[in-house]
């Protein structure tokens, strides 16, 4: 509006700001302290590996060699030999031809569906997919069909109609309910009408498949020449960045057309060398996945058997629906205050607009703290929502 004047340029933020309060939405930072007495569900610190000696010791071994950053892209500078260990310990884990790591999984996503997506193309893109990959077809230059969460047919359907290049990109693993895409579907979907498949393996690396090694190598798809996966090494990885497996052809064509890559420094050194050593730890020890896979089976049965609406989870993500947005942040503010931390999910952060706490499960939680956990929860549970087997249905 004309004739502002300089201190009125940004009430609008205010007036934002005055919504999101009235509707119970307003976010906050919370700084945690290093030593903070708290039993974690609300990261996604899958295998416990975080602050395991090794990997925090090859962080520090990588930062005194290589330096604090990257200095530069991955095309000037950012290329370490660090990352290059990393990329082909990764493609061979996974059962890829090749890797290419990014400074953060967010990037990955931004990368793959920009770089191999051309304005002729078609993205199907499931309903339920994570804000990268939402955004990634924002930023790429094809058309882009949005499906029902776990609508298989309908990716059938959009595939069909299309008579040019297409893609299909779904989370394996849904970051807000916990549940698994079928990906065997998916892919026989896509190779019916020459599409290719993106997923997005963020919560499957390292805990499930054989031996943590993800959800497409537990379909038997790994190595597929029409699929493209993307991963985090932020969860069960303990560390930072991202990266993006599949046939060398497509890591060679990101590698010249991928903006994320070309025009972003490079991800640090510390974290490339945490990142290796965690992959190297899991490959030692698959248990790990297992465990993970245990703890996370336990909060599930001891929620649902008090009569939570809680989803099965299918990896290491479980969400319990709340009756409101703000019962369920007073519901984990209270788990927190009784040193539990949980996530927390409401809208606008969740598709269907319904809130929940969101629990991960970790490698490292003795049985003990698996029950402590439940009994935070159950104890804190809003008043009347917890009525024993039979109570409140998922909405």
């Not at 903006?259 to 190297?280: E, M, S, V």
């Amino acid at each position: 509006m004309s004739g502002q004047l300089p201190e009125q340029v940004f009430d609008r933020l205010d007036e934002a700001a005055g919504r999101r309060a009235k509707a119970g939405l307003t976010r906050t930072l919370r700084p945690r302290a290093a030593d903070a007495a708290v039993l974690d569900l609300a990261g996604n610190d899958y295998l416990g590996l975080a602050r395991h000696p090794e990997v925090t010791g090859a962080a520090a071994d990588a930062a005194r060699r290589w330096g604090a950053g990257a200095t530069g892209s991955r095309l000037v500078t950012g290329s370490t030999e660090l990352h290059a260990r990393l990329e082909a310990e990764l493609a061979a884990f996974c059962g890829a031809e090749a890797a290419l790591v990014f400074a953060s999984g967010y990037a990955a996503n931004l990368a793959v569906l920009t770089a191999l997506a051309p304005r002729e193309a078609l993205i199907v893109s499931d309903a339920g997919n994570h804000a990268s990959l939402i955004d990634g077809c924002r930023l790429a230059r094809a058309t882009t069909t949005v499906v029902p969460h776990a609508g298989t047919e309908a990716v059938d359907a959009a595939l069909a109609a299309h008579p040019g290049p297409a893609l299909a990109v779904t989370d394996a693993v849904f970051s807000v309910d916990g549940d698994a895409a079928d990906l065997p579907a998916l892919l026989r979907a896509c190779r019916a009408h020459g599409a290719a498949l993106v997923v997005d393996d963020a919560h499957g690396l390292g805990v499930l498949g054989p031996g943590g090694r993800g959800t497409v190598a537990a379909a038997g798809l790994a190595g597929a020449p029409d699929v493209v996966v993307t991963l985090t090494l932020s969860k069960a990885l303990g560390g930072q960045g991202g990266a993006v497996l599949g046939p060398a052809r497509v890591i060679r064509h990101l590698v010249n057309t991928a903006r994320t890559l070309i025009f972003d420094t490079g991800l640090a050194p510390p974290a490339a060398g945490a990142a290796l050593a965690a992959l190297r730890l899991l490959r030692r020890r698959p248990e790990l996945a297992a465990r993970a896979r245990w703890v996370a089976g336990a909060l599930h049965d001891g929620l649902a058997a008090a009569g939570l609406p809680v989803a099965r989870p299918a990896a290491a993500v479980l969400a319990v629906r709340a009756p409101t947005p703000e019962a369920a942040v007073r519901w984990a503010g209270d788990c927190r205050d009784a040193g539990v931390a949980v996530g927390c999910f409401r809208p606008p952060s969740v598709p269907d607009g319904v809130s929940r706490l969101r629990l991960t499960a970790r490698a490292d939680l003795s049985s003990a703290e698996v029950e402590r956990a439940l009994d935070t929860v159950l104890a804190h549970a809003p008043d009347g929502w917890s009525t024993g087997p039979g109570g409140p249905a998922p909405s």
